[in-house]
């Protein structure tokens, strides 16, 4: 079974600062990683799609990258905003029509004014 | 944008009631997904569908039902609520033929009394 780890479980800053959110996974036989979002009480919304076979994906402020050798990824936060407080979840699809897609449990974010 | 659509986005009801719990969405995806969520917990897959006719249970066991009679319609059924039963529910569909990409509705949060 797919384990996916995200580090920190939660994290606090202030306005302004640039943030690395931590996803790890231990088997590299991925097809992709999605980040998403979470707002209290809502559904998630898809930030970032990172196929096997791409490195890294960009959207606005955000950067996710991707190392399959390593089992890792991380989402990249640039000029973090109070607007950005939420859940934020990444998830490993494995590819097979039969599989799914593993969540993590979730890095919680407060930005602060 | 995500065209996957939800209703009701609240429900309470008291106890022993049957429920249904409507997800659908335009955009003519093969698999859809059912997830419960208990607030700050992750996602637990509870259902997911490959197709019309096709229904499979999830990783979490759960006393709900669901039903695949068209492509975009995914409803799951309660026939008797307990309050064991308070979640929020998600439903997804994914482009697993394309890039794999996940996305999700508002969510339905059920309080049983």
Known sequence: KQEVTQIPAALSVPEGENLVLNCSFTDSAIYNLQWFRQDPGKGLTSLLLIQSSQREQTSGRLNASLDKSSGRSTLYIAASQPGDSATYLCAIYRGSTLGRLYFGRGTQLTVWP | ?113
């Open chain 2, 1 to 113: 944008e995500a065209d996957i659509y939800q209703t009701p986005r609240y429900l309470v009801i008291g106890t022993g009631k049957k429920i249904t719990l409507e997800c659908s969405q335009t955009m003519g995806h093969d698999k859809m997904y059912w997830y419960q969520q208990d607030p700050g917990m992750e996602l637990h897959l509870i259902h997911y569908s490959y197709g019309v006719n096709s229904t499979e249970k999830g990783d979490l066991s759960s006393e709900s039902t669901v039903s695949r009679i068209r492509t975009e319609h995914f409803p799951l059924t309660l026939e008797s609520a307990r309050p064991s039963h308070t979640s929020q529910y998600l439903c997804a569909s994914s482009d697993y033929l394309n890039t794999g990409e996940l996305f999700f509705g508002e969510g339905s949060r059920l309080t049983v009394l």
